[in-house]
């Protein structure tokens, strides 16, 4: 993936992008040299001042917000990470946190079962030791 097969590469890499979402992009970072960024079309309503010749500079001019930072030999694995990361995969924001939500409240009801268990757990044991010394005995039968 290195030397001169790198630009070939990374043309691949950013088709595969595009067939994901077709307003990604790949571009080599002028901020951090040996860089690749994946940015996406997006639209800005106001323009900040920025220095010239820097990947702000560069994402304003051209409509684009910055959405990853990749050094090439890992470029394969960002098509996995967007799709691991994409929340409109989940149904968007609002289902994603309904899920949330749900896994927080079985968490909370296992937690409350074995806290509960083990009360239950301690109790018996301290009726039997009672039982025992009051010489009623515990039947194993």
Not at 5 to 13: I, T
Not at 50 to 69: F, S, Y
Not at 101 to 130: C, I, N, P, Q, T
């Amino acid at each position: 993936m290195y030397g001169h097969e790198l630009p070939r590469y990374v043309r691949e890499y950013e088709r595969d992008l595009q067939r994901y979402d077709r307003f990604l992009r790949l571009r080599w970072s002028l901020d951090y040299p040996g860089l690749f960024l994946v940015e996406r079309k997006t639209h800005y309503l106001t323009f900040p001042e920025v220095p010239r010749m820097t990947d702000r500079a560069v994402q304003l001019n051209e409509h684009r917000r910055p959405i990853l930072l990749v050094k090439p030999s890992e470029l394969r694995y960002v098509r996995r990470s967007l799709e691991l990361t994409d929340i409109q995969r989940l149904g968007g924001a609002k289902a994603l946190a309904e899920q949330l939500l749900v896994a927080d409240e079985k968490e909370r009801e296992l937690v409350d079962r074995a806290v509960h268990s083990h009360f239950m757990d301690l109790s018996g044991e301290a009726y039997d030791f009672l039982a025992w010394r009051e010489g009623r005995r515990v039947s194993m039968a």
